[in-house]
């Protein structure tokens, strides 16, 4: 099968490009694939993919911006095009015009307009998008409009195509703004990328991997590491707004203390695994899937982490506490330290692949 994917760039860190490199890879023994992207990473160093890449500037685009694409399909004559993270309204609907293909949707950019299913007033929403209730989300309603006007436009050209997503949660909200339930197919992903035989880079410690924002609810880890009483450093791998707010927190001093690393490649986030007694993942928006959850239970690293969108499709239990419950979070946080779990089999790479061709065959039918 010739599969050619589209995407906004190749690049070293968020779980939706780790995922889309471990399908390129599961996909490269048996099917001819070539992958196009608006840009290339820029001061890191992912994985190349197994295929042929082509720079078509204008697919990183989040705003409606032409690109040329017609010429490819015809030189490579894809039986299916497989697009991931791409948010050009254009390239949507061009996609939506056309036979064979599939759009894996990765967040919550096509039916919620602001911080994923997470109001203003600091709620889950767990109402569908309209004009009405999004509009209390934004001070700024020329803005509101327009964001909200793009987000419509992408979800129209969703409704036209199948979908893969990675949790039921994510199938559930794109049900409830008229996406039809059988054009969207979950395929859970895997762990990509990671050494599970590394060895520790340091000293034991409690993890916290992810993007510094608020969405991720790093405020909220740092506050329940501390609440809980746990004799082990804080390790942060990750980078983002909230990091000079974060190096504020590190030079408080203390003992344990908080390290600070930025982003790390995936050879040393195998490492830091290796050191992590637990993983906290209090997340505030409502998570796609939450990949670092299942990388660490690959490890046996126990996940303490908020029961927030598809998280708990995933989570074998013990650690999962109410989504907001700062002090449960904290609890949970002391007891896990001392055990280890592990991933559940059903997230294994042969699994998703094999869902994937299926969904191909069926898309390319």
């Known amino acids: 099968m010739r599969i050619l994917h589209l995407a906004d760039c190749v690049a070293g860190r968020g779980g939706a490009h780790t995922w889309m490199l471990g399908i390129l890879e599961g996909l490269a023994p048996d099917h001819e694939q ?16 197994p295929c042929r890449v082509v ?82 989300c934004f001070d700024d309603q020329a803005y509101f409009g327009e964001i909200l ?23 559930q909200e794109l049900v409830a703004v008229g996406v039809p339930a059988p054009s969207v197919h979950v395929v859970p992903p895997f762990v990509h990328g990671l050494a599970l035989d590394a060895v520790a880079d340091g000293p034991p410690c409690v993890l916290f991997v992810g993007r510094l924002a608020e969405t991720k609810g790093v405020r909220e880890a740092v506050a329940a590491w501390r609440r809980s009483g746990v004799a082990l450093p804080l390790v942060i791998a990750g980078t983002g707004p909230l990091r000079a707010e974060l190096e504020q927190e590190a030079a408080a001093g203390g003992e344990p203390g908080i390290e600070l690393l930025g982003w790390v490649e995936r050879e040393r986030l195998s490492a830091l695994y290796q050191r992590a007694c637990a993983l906290l ?23 303490v982490a908020f029961e927030s969108g598809g998280v708990a499709e ?19 946080l002391k007891k896990a330290v001392e055990r280890r779990l592990l991933l559940l089999p059903r997230f294994e790479r042969g699994e998703a692949i094999g869902r994937l061709v299926a969904l191909y065959a069926r898309v390319g039918a």
């Open 34 to 49: 070539a992958l196009v992207v608006g840009e290339l990473a820029q001061g890191e160093a992912p994985q190349p993919p």
């Open 281 to 303: 993942m209090p997340s505030r928006w409502q998570e796609p899937f939450g990949i670092v959850g299942i990388e660490a239970l690959s490890f046996g690293v126990p996940v």
């Open 149 to 171: 006007a793009l987000t419509e436009r992408r979800l129209a050209a969703a409704r036209r195509m199948r979908l893969s997503v990675l949790s039921r949660y994510m199938r």
């Open 55 to 136: 720079v078509r500037p204008g697919l990183e685009s989040r705003t409606a911006t032409p690109v040329a694409l017609d010429d490819l399909v015809a030189s490579f004559r894809p039986h299916v095009i497989h697009l991931h993270n791409v948010m050009n309204p254009v390239v949507l609907e061009w996609a939506a015009a056309r036979p064979g293909c599939l759009l894996t949707v990765q967040d919550h950019r096509f039916f919620c307009p602001t911080r994923g299913k997470w109001t203003r007033a600091g709620e889950v929403c767990g109402l569908p998008m309209s004009r009405e209730l999004c509009a209390s």
């Open 314 to 332: 995933w989570h074998p239990g013990p650690g999962l506490v109410r989504w907001g419950d700062s002090t449960g979070l904290a609890r949970a």
